[in-house]
């Protein structure tokens, strides 16, 4: 094998070749990208399913969930949703498209720590939130309508609580990013590739000094 590395690496389109076959075999397929890719859904290499997120940040993030029983607060559904359910103590999960509701609510029917609900973006989906106080230790944005519900957001989040971004990266959310900073977060990013996505992209955390992630 050794004896091929070295005549491979001797040109340039096959060296490419052989490095784009290690990258794949060590870091791409034990990730789960390319099962992720081929089922065009966020899932780990056991098909499991994880969040749409990259994969820097779920590395993190899965270390600060290890015996605590957080509260969490999710707007926008899907895997995330399975994912998390295994990490916290209860979620309330907020999604705004009937179709895709539909087929969240009938994976997640024998979960009994999730509260799941459908809003209607022209109604009261960004508002949802607004029915709790210093309730949860997480708050994922990542569905739509993004610069209000995050403004709604801190009301309900704890004293010691953190939010989650996805696609942080996104210059249309600055006004939400900057609002952030004016009452006090700091941010930590994760940059990299995570599930489906053929570029990388961006996963932030907001805290605050005292959180509950240690930050």
Request: charged residues 25%; aromatic residues 16%.
């Amino acid at each position: 094998m050794d004896v091929i590395k070295k005549i491979f690496r001797k040109f340039s389109f096959t060296s490419g070749l052989i490095e784009i076959y290690f990258l794949s075999k060590k870091y791409l397929k034990p990730k789960g990208w390319v099962l992720s890719r081929y089922l065009y859904e966020p899932v780990d290499l056991d098909g499991q399913p994880i969040p749409w997120m990259t994969y820097a940040s779920l590395h993190f993030i899965s270390q600060k969930l290890e015996n605590t029983s957080f509260n969490l607060f999710e707007y926008g559904s899907g895997n995330s949703t399975l994912w998390f359910s295994k990490r916290v103590k209860h979620i309330i999960s907020v999604e705004h498209d009937t179709t895709y509701y539909e087929i969240v609510k009938k994976k997640i029917l024998s979960l009994t720590n999730i509260t799941y609900i459908l809003s209607d973006l022209n109604d009261d989906y960004s508002k949802k939130i607004l029915d709790y106080k210093d309730e949860f230790h997480i708050i994922i944005i990542d569905g739509r309508d993004r610069i209000t519900c995050t403004k709604n957001s801190l009301n309900a989040l704890r004293e010691d609580g953190i939010i989650i971004w996805d696609n942080s990266d996104r210059e249309k959310y600055q006004e939400a990013y900057d609002f952030l900073a004016s009452v006090g977060f700091k941010k930590i990013d994760f940059k990299g590739l995570g599930p489906i996505g053929h570029i990388e992209w961006q996963t932030s955390i907001f805290y605050k000094s005292n959180n509950c992630f240690n930050i």
